[in-house]
């Protein structure tokens, strides 16, 4: 609960905690606040504050105004909440798309094996480097017809023995995934940067939908 000090039709004060007030030279106690009856209250001037709030949407920024409804005799808060420009709601939202991308990435990759599911750790730059230096070195020696085995380890540091072959298809796979996420991050940007209003940007929603790599 606040209060406000009312003079002449004209809001003078506000408080937000019961404290001893001094009105017309006469010091009043604290508890007049939360003990005495509205109508007591009034009588000095001192008026309970009813708050009205507006319906909180995405993407809004919130103000506030106290007044004096003098045809109603009362004072109210009125908490509203306003859009917020929509360039920076996408500068926003293309952000979030992109901190979303970079966690399904890092959250690592399922690829096949000899008919046995891998998963592959992706959480840094490093690792997708490894994924494409034994990819590599798999194409290199099908290219040359070397059958010579390429050891990985996944994210579970259980090492595995690939025939070239498998090197290049394990890579590929990797590859294609992670870039399934990124192409859909692309899309979703370039449905962001279309939007024309803050009702089209409440509209899009940047967690749903993710192709999901470890599957």
């Known amino acids: 609960m606040a209060w406000a000090l009312v003079e002449n ?3 003078k004060a506000t408080y937000n905690n019961p404290k001893p007030i001094t009105i017309d030279g006469i010091q ?9 009856s509205k109508d007591q209250k009034k009588a000095l001037g001192i008026y309970d504050i009813e708050v009205v ?3 909180k949407l ?6 506030e105004s106290i007044t004096y409804d003098s045809q109603n ?4 808060k009125t908490i509203s909440w306003n859009d917020q420009p929509v360039e920076s709601v996408k500068s926003a939202l293309k952000t979030k798309v992109e901190n ?8 690592g990759v399922m690829v096949n094996i000899a008919n046995t599911s891998v998963y592959l750790q992706t959480s840094k730059d490093s690792d997708l480097q490894n994924i494409i230096a034994v990819g590599s070195s798999g194409t290199a020696l099908v ?10 380890r996944d994210a579970n540091n259980v090492t595995h023995s690939l025939t070239p072959t498998e090197a290049v298809t394990m890579a590929l796979t990797a590859q294609s995934k992670i870039s399934g996420v990124w192409s859909y991050s692309w899309g979703l940007k370039e449905t ?12 899009i929603d940047v967690e749903a939908g993710w192709p999901d790599p470890t599957v």
């Open 9 to 11: 039709g004209v809001i």
């Open 28 to 36: 009043h106690p604290r508890n007049i606040f939360t003990v005495w």
């Open 53 to 55: 709030q507006g319906e």
């Open 58 to 63: 995405d993407y809004t920024t919130q103000s």
């Open 73 to 76: 005799d009362k004072v109210v």
């Open 100 to 107: 979303k991308r970079d966690a399904v990435i890092k959250n």
């Open 143 to 152: 290219a040359t017809g070397a059958n010579t085995a390429l050891f990985f």
């Open 192 to 203: 962001v940067e279309a939007a024309a209003s803050i009702d089209d940007l409440r509209a």
